[in-house]
């Protein structure tokens, strides 16, 4: 059974920055393919944020997310970050981490990731 808990998330305000940690278990996390974070703003549709392939690193962003958000990971606390810099009121919203099944090979970010966290609230005021 695959659990993602997500922790960081805060009160701060504009300008601010916040690292948002997503923890998987059981391990290692390179047994998902692919990780990544999604926001939901109250009455919005889900965004999508960013994501990283476990094994090589590699991240991919989506354009709003490019400047300001950082995805990282660490294979040995089996743990995927997201550093959010220079943040915004419009950044206020429930952030989930987002992880792809064993079996799944791809890392896009408009597709289903299958494994979601219950989320942790930003919010920027």
């Known amino acids: 059974h695959v659990q993602l808990v997500e922790s960081g998330g805060d009160s701060v305000q504009p300008g601010g920055s916040l690292r948002l940690l997503c923890k998987a278990s059981?391990?290692?996390?390179?047994?998902?393919?692919?990780m990544g974070w999604f926001r939901r703003a109250p009455g919005e549709e889900p965004e999508a944020i960013a994501a990283?392939?476990?094994?090589?690193?590699?991240?991919f962003y989506t354009d709003f997310a490019r400047e300001r958000f950082t995805i990282s990971r660490d294979i040995v606390a089996n743990t995927v970050a997201l550093q959010m810099n220079s943040l915004k009121p419009e950044d206020t919203a429930t952030y989930y981490c987002a992880a792809t099944p064993s079996w799944v090979f791809y890392c896009d970010l408009s597709r289903d990731f299958g494994y979601w966290g219950q989320g942790t609230q930003v919010t920027v005021s």
């Open positions: 059981p391990g290692p996390i390179d047994r998902h393919h692919c």
């Open positions: 990283i392939r476990t094994g090589d690193g590699r991240t």
